[in-house]
């Protein structure tokens, strides 16, 4: 079966320093991946994903995350951290076939310090 | 182009009562869903469709019904309300085989008190 885990569930940043969130997933093949935002009160917002075609994914609001598959990685990146990025952050895998069930990880809640 | 919209926003409950989430979408999407998330947790699948006139389980269906008669709408309905089913609603919508990326409505949330 799939699964995501996010290492981190909280994660606090100064406003303009480097923002990595850690994601492991675990599938018995290759995985579509995804990263969704949450922000208070709003609904998600897709930011990014990964269907086996380059490693290096780039999303939007300039998040950028890398497949690495000796790690069983995804982790989410952006160089420089803006206040508006305050938010949740969800790592989720999908189930192969038609279905297209998502499988989310528990959150990672980033906090951007001024 | 509105994609999922979910009515109502808000909603309070008590407990034995019913009510219905509605769910519409406007991209001519076949798979349609319907996750609750949990204060601190991700989301769970509670129904999926197929097309109009499929639906099927997920990870948590207790307590719930839901119906696609047509491709537009997929309502999610409660019986009779529990407090365990406080939560925040949201729905997605994907188009067919292929797509597999799910939109989100905004979220109904929930209180039963």
């Known amino acids: 079966a799939q699964s995501v885990t996010q290492l981190d569930s909280h994660v606090s940043v100064s406003e303009g320093t480097p923002v990595l969130l850690r994601c492991n997933y675990s599938?018995?093949?290759?995985?579509?991946l995804f990263w969704y935002v949450q922000h208070p009160n709003k609904g998600l917002q897709l930011l990014l994903k990964?269907?086996?075609?380059?490693?290096l994914v780039k999303g939007i609001n300039g998040f950028e995350a890398e497949f690495k598959k000796s790690e069983t990685s995804f982790h989410l990146t952006k160089p420089s951290a803006h206040m508006s990025d305050a938010a949740e952050y969800f790592c989720?895998?999908?189930?192969?076939?038609?279905?297209?069930?998502?499988?989310f990880g528990t959150g990672t809640l980033l906090a951007v310090q001024p | 182009n509105a994609g999922v919209t979910q009515t109502p926003k808000f909603r309070i409950l008590k407990i034995g009562q019913s009510m219905t989430l509605q769910c519409t979408q406007d991209?001519?999407?076949?798979?349609m869903y319907w996750y609750r998330q949990d204060p601190g947790m991700g989301l769970k699948l509670i129904y999926y469709?197929?097309?109009?006139?499929?639906?099927d389980k997920g990870e948590v269906p207790n307590g719930y019904n839901v119906s696609r008669s047509t491709t537009e709408d997929f309502p999610l309905r409660l019986e009779l309300a529990a407090p365990s089913q406080t939560s925040v609603y949201f729905c997605?919508?994907?188009?067919?085989?292929?797509?597999?990326?799910?939109?989100f409505g905004p979220g109904t949330r929930l209180t039963v008190l």
């Open positions: 989720v895998v999908s189930e192969r076939g038609a279905t297209n069930k998502l499988i």
């Open positions: 990964y269907t086996s075609a380059a490693t």
């Open positions: 599938s018995s093949y290759s995985p579509s």
């Open positions: 469709s197929v097309g109009a006139g499929i639906t």
């Open positions: 997605a919508s994907r188009g067919g085989q292929g797509a597999n990326t799910q939109y």
């Open positions: 991209m001519n999407h076949n798979y």
